[in-house]
């Protein structure tokens, strides 16, 4: 059974329909990418699957659960946390305050569990535990949103825009965590503007332009597609 089930999803706001009959599944343990040029409909279309933008057709379901009226709140329980673009951290709050809110439902226990993992994963975080966030630099706060992410122990991490404005010494730290992650079990629904980089590290791709699919299949084909190398993504193959 697939982890998540997008079927026939529309989603927008308002009058105004952003992504328009998508249909997609992404497996326990897969890494699936969103791809497409700016305004395609990738951040909605994660926003509506964590219940912040309105549905508008079509469904949603995880592990055979449908959620596709289900509150924003609950779908956390049910595994799914996301990773937002521009990472939206709580600026004045420390390290380690961040990471606790992440994962507010969990007993003690869980926490300090949960905590130890992502200071493990990030050892740079564990080194700034007390530092503010705002204090961090463009990696160690992108490291910070996946850590609270995690926190939440999800079953799906979305991920959106993983590389934007970074280094590509923080994007090498930020990707080898999420491989990590993923080799232990997690499955990832990743957005990233870096197409090469989602190319390598997905193993399926979606591609959206103007809110609607244009290609869907394995990351390999992706690559061998010139056109559609060419015509979304400017690469010259
Ligand atoms: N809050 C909003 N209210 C109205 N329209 C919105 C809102 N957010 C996004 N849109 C519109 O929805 C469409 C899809 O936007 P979205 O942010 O999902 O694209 P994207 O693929 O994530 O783009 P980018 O690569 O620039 O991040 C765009 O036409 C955008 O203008
Ligand atoms: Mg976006």
Redesign the pocket.
């Known amino acids: 059974m697939a982890l998540l089930d997008v079927e026939n999803f529309s989603c927008g706001?308002g009058e105004?329909v952003?992504v328009r009959d998508l249909s997609f599944a992404i497996e326990p343990g897969q890494i699936f990418a969103l791809l497409?040029?700016?305004?395609?409909?990738?951040?909605?279309?994660m926003l509506a699957i964590m219940g912040h933008v309105q549905i508008k057709g079509g469904s949603l379901r995880v592990g055979g659960t449908d959620i596709t009226r289900l509150p924003a709140l609950r779908r956390a329980g049910l595994g799914l946390a996301l990773v937002p673009?521009g990472r939206r951290l709580f600026s004045d709050l420390s390290v380690a305050e961040n990471l606790v809110i992440g994962g507010y439902s969990h007993s003690r226990a869980d926490e300090k569990r949960h905590l130890a993992r992502v200071f493990e994963l990030f050892p740079r975080l564990s080194e700034r535990r007390g530092q503010l966030a705002a204090s961090l630099s463009g990696g160690e706060q992108q490291m910070l949103a996946i850590g609270r992410a995690l926190m939440a122990a999800p079953r799906l991490l979305l991920v959106d825009?993983l590389s934007l404005g970074l280094m590509p010494r923080m994007i090498d730290l930020c990707i080898d965590a999420l491989k990590k992650l993923n080799q232990e079990g997690l499955a990832i629904l990743l957005?990233e503007?870096n197409t090469n980089r989602a190319l390598d590290l997905a193993d399926n791709v979606c591609v959206?332009a103007s809110?609607r699919s244009v290609f869907q299949g394995s990351a390999e084909t992706a690559r061998r597609d010139v056109d559609l190398l060419h015509s979304y993504f400017g690469i010259a193959a």
């Open positions: 706001y105004m952003a497409g040029p700016n305004g395609a409909g990738k951040t909605s279309t673009e825009e957005v503007q959206l809110g």
